[in-house]
C-alpha cells in the first residue's frame, strides 16, 4: 500500500505546479484536493509544510505570497565579469546568482542533485560541467578548470573585465546558454544605459523583498526571493547582485546577510541608542527622516557617522558600515564616511570600489572644507578639518597602487608630501618602496613582518 503523502510533501507540490504565486490559504485549499487537513491548526500546519520546504519562498505582502522558486529561472540571464584568473586557468569561479541559477537545489540537503550541467557554449560544442567547491576554507563554488573552457575563451578572445553572460534554458534538464559580451561593447552608451535600467530594476526588485521582511536576509534567501519577483527575467541581465546594491546607500551588505540602511540604524539606536564616547556628536533634536535643512542634515551626519566610527573600534563590521551609509544618505557632502566605506572595500579587496569611495571623499572634502588645495591657508593634518582630505588621498594613492597604475600612485603619495612635510601618513615610505619596485602585496608583507 502507497504511503499517504506528507503534508509538505503535497505542499511542495501544489508550489511546483502553481503558474503564479499562492497566498497560505490558497496553499490550504489546493492541499485539501488532495488530503483533508484535519489538524488542530490547519493554516499552521501548511505553514509549516512551507518552511519545511527548501526551495519555497515568501515574496511578502498582505497576505504573503509563496512562490517554488526554481520554477521562476527558465528565460532568466546572469551577468559575472571574467577574472584573469579565470581565463588563465579555463575554469570559472561563480558569484552567487549564477551558481544558485546552475545548482537551484543546493541548499536542498539530502535531496539535492550533484551539481552537474550542460552549457551550451556560444560558437562552441555543449559543456558537461559540475559545480565545485573551489576553494578550502572559503565559500567559492565553481568550475573547476577544463581544457574545452579555457580553449572557448580563446575562441573568444577574452580578457580580464569581459562579461559571461548565462542563460536558463531548462531548469529541470540542468541545461544553460552561455555567451560573453566584451567590456568595450558593454561600456558604450546605449549598453551602460540599458544595463544601468536593469540594474535600478534589480534595486527596486531588492526593496520589495526586504521590506517585506522583518530583518536582513542571508544571501541564500535574498537571491532566489529576486528570481522569483522575476528580477533577471530580461535578456539583459544586470550587473551582480552585491556590486549594484553596495552602489546604492539605501542598502548594506555584510559577508553573510543584506539589510536596508535606515532599518539596522533604526534598530541599532533603539536597542543601544546610548553613547559610549561621551566626547561624540550629540543625537540632533529633529527626527533624521524629516530633516530638511542642510545645518540639521549635517548635523546627523556628524552623528551618525561617529556612532559608526565606535561600531568600528569594536569590529562590529555590517553595524558600522551602516552608519556610514546612514551618514552620506542625510549628508553626501561628509568627506570621511566616504573615505571610511573605501576602508571597508579596500580591507575586503575590492579596490575598483574603493577607489571610487575615496575619490568621493576627496571630493566632499574639497567642496566643503578644502576648496583649492593650493590656496588652503591650513597647515594639512595640523588642521583637523583636513585630515578627511589627507586621508582621501592616501587611500587613493594605496588603490593606485595596488591596481598597478605605478606613476599615478606616486604622484598621489609626492602631493601628499608637498601638502604636509611632516608626514603624519608616511608618505615618504610608499615613495620609497615604489621607488624600489615593490608591489603593494610586497611593501604591505614588508610592514607586518617588520
Known amino acids: 500500500m502507497t504511503p499517504e503523502p506528507s503534508f509538505a510533501q ?6 511546483r505546479a502553481a503558474e503564479q504565486p499562492l497566498t497560505l490559504d490558497e496553499i490550504k485549499a489546493q492541499v485539501e484536493l488532495s488530503r483533508p487537513v484535519h489538524t488542530r491548526n490547519p493554516r499552521a500546519t501548511i505553514r509549516s509544510g512551507i518552511s519545511s520546504t527548501p526551495l519555497a519562498v515568501s515574496l511578502g505582502g498582505r497576505p504573503a505570497r509563496y512562490a517554488w522558486w526554481p520554477r521562476h529561472l527558465a528565460g532568466n540571464a546572469f551577468r559575472q565579469p571574467l577574472t584573469r584568473a579565470d581565463i588563465e586557468s579555463g575554469g570559472l569561479a561563480l558569484r552567487e546568482e549564477i551558481w544558485y541559477a546552475l545548482w537551484p537545489d543546493f541548499y536542498a540537503g539530502s535531496t539535492r542533485s550533484s551539481g552537474e550541467v550542460t552549457l551550451a557554449l556560444a560558437g562552441s560544442a555543449p559543456l558537461q560541467a559540475r559545480v565545485e567547491h573551489l576553494v578550502p576554507g572559503q565559500v567559492i563554488w565553481g568550475l573547476r578548470p577544463m581544457p574545452a573552457l579555457a580553449a572557448w575563451y580563446r575562441q573568444q578572445d577574452a580578457v580580464p573585465g569581459d562579461d559571461v553572460i548565462v542563460r536558463v534554458l531548462d531548469v529541470d534538464a540542468r541545461r544553460y ?11 558604450n552608451a546605449p549598453m551602460a544605459r540599458a544595463i544601468a535600467a536593469r540594474n535600478q530594476a534589480l534595486i527596486a526588485a531588492a526593496e520589495v523583498v526586504l521590506r517585506a521582511s522583518t530583518r536582513s536576509l542571508p544571501v541564500f534567501y535574498l537571491l532566489p526571493r529576486l528570481v522569483a519577483q522575476d528580477a533577471y527575467r530580461d535578456p539583459l541581465p544586470p550587473d551582480p547582485w552585491d556590486d549594484v546594491l553596495r552602489a546604492d546607500l539605501r542598502f548594506v551588505v555584510g559577508e553573510r546577510d543584506v539589510d536596508l540602511t535606515e532599518r539596522v540604524v533604526d534598530y541599532l539606536e533603539g536597542e543601544y541608542g546610548e553613547r559610549f564616547d561621551p566626547s561624540a556628536a550629540p543625537r540632533p533634536w529633529q527626527e533624521r ?9 549635517q548635523a546627523w551626519g556628524v552623528y551618525l557617522f561617529d556612532k559608526g566610527m565606535e561600531y568600528i573600534w569594536g569590529k562590529h563590521i555590517f553595524a558600522a558600515e551602516a552608519y556610514y551609509r546612514e551618514a552620506l544618505r542625510l549628508d553626501p557632502g561628509h568627506a570621511d564616511a566616504w573615505v571610511h566605506l573605501g576602508n571597508l572595500r579596500f580591507n575586503e579587496g575590492r579596490v575598483s570600489e574603493a577607489l571610487a569611495h575615496y575619490q568621493q571623499g576627496q571630493a566632499a572634502a574639497e567642496a566643503r572644507t578644502i576648496g583649492d588645495p593650493a590656496r588652503y591657508t591650513g597647515p594639512f593634518w595640523g588642521d583637523i578639518d583636513s585630515r578627511p582630505f589627507m586621508r582621501a588621498l592616501h587611500g587613493r594613492g594605496l588603490c593606485l597602487w595596488r591596481l598597478g597604475q605605478i606613476e599615478e600612485a606616486r604622484q598621489v603619495f609626492a602631493w601628499m608630501l608637498a601638502l604636509n612635510p611632516s608626514d603624519n601618513q608616511g608618505a615618504r615610505f610608499l615613495l620609497h618602496d615604489l621607488d624600489e619596485g615593490l608591489s603593494w602585496e610586497e611593501s604591505a608583507a614588508k610592514d607586518e613582518g617588520s
Not at 503535497?10 to 508550489?15: A, D, I, N
Open 10 to 15: 503535497l505542499v511542495m507540490q501544489v508550489l
Open 289 to 297: 527622516r524629516i530633516a530638511r535643512s542642510e545645518e540639521v542634515r
Open 177 to 187: 546558454a552561455v555567451s560573453l559580451v566584451y567590456r568595450a561593447d558593454r561600456d
